[in-house]
């Protein structure tokens, strides 16, 4: 799938809970925006939403590489493949290879 990255980052730290150190690589991903409507509230536009990501761990120094180097101030096409994590998140797993796309 094709994702717009805008950024391409690393938080670390030390886990409040068990005083583990801990690193997590996340991405920020503009997505088409999508209205919202419920009996509270509503939300219309146009254009993109930001949206942040979390990159699997083995997937996370290719990932960080792949966009440093297409980074020229302005985001970034990238194929990307996702998966849905134990709590139903996506998480950024890997590149799509040419063998696994499909013809439209």
Do not use: H
């Amino acid at each position: 799938m094709k994702f717009i990255v805008a950024a391409a980052f690393t938080n670390t730290g030390i886990a409040k809970a068990s005083q583990q150190p801990y690193s997590m690589t996340r991405a920020l991903v503009l997505m088409p925006f999508t209205d919202v409507e419920n009996s509270n509230f509503q939300s219309r536009g146009e254009g993109f939403s930001a949206v942040e990501l979390s990159v699997a761990s083995s997937f996370a120094t290719q990932f960080q590489n792949q966009f440093n180097s297409s980074f020229k101030g302005s985001p970034v096409q990238m194929e990307l493949v996702t998966s849905l994590d134990r709590e139903g998140r996506n998480v950024i797993v890997g590149l799509e290879s040419p063998q696994n796309k499909t013809a439209a």
